[in-house]
Nanobody, 126 residues
Framework: QLQLVESGGGLVQPGGSLTLACTAS????????LGWFRQVPGKEREGISC???????RYSDSVKGRFTVSRDRAKTVVSLQMNNLQNEDAGVYFC????????????????????WGQGTQVTVSP
């Protein structure tokens, strides 16, 4: 059974950096596309980044130029490097996997993803 676990969240000052990790355990061979999402209370889950099987990445306008998604060589851990964090970046961050394979693009719509982690909290505060 596939399990996704996010880690690396915490408290950071504005302008600071954090690196989140998404680790998959169990069988992930049926999954091809990974997405990162964040959610704040009262709002819908926002897709902020995705990684396709061919290495294509996408970012939402709100994080473009500050966040970077990458995958380790073994393809077991996907990281989200977050720089210059601002108050509006606070929230619970989730990683998710999709069984749909994309090339040269990837989706940031939550409905596309079927496997989800439990999330990790990111707090931005002076």
């Amino acid at each position: 059974q596939l399990q996704l676990v996010e880690s690396g969240g915490g408290l950071v000052q504005p302008g600071g950096s954090l690196t989140l990790a998404c680790t998959a355990s169990g069988s992930a061979t049926d999954y091809f596309t990974l997405g990162w999402f964040r959610q704040v209370p009262g709002k819908e889950r926002e897709g902020i980044s995705c990684l396709a099987s061919d290495g294509t990445t996408r970012y939402s306008d709100s994080v473009k130029g500050r966040f970077t998604v990458s995958r380790d060589r073994a393809k077991t851990v996907v990281s989200l490097q977050m720089n210059n964090l601002q108050n509006e970046d606070a929230g619970v961050y989730f990683c998710a996997l999709s069984k749909v394979e994309y090339r040269r693009t990837c989706p940031t719509a939550a409905s596309t993803y079927s496997a989800w982690g439990q999330g990790t909290q990111v707090t931005v505060s002076p």
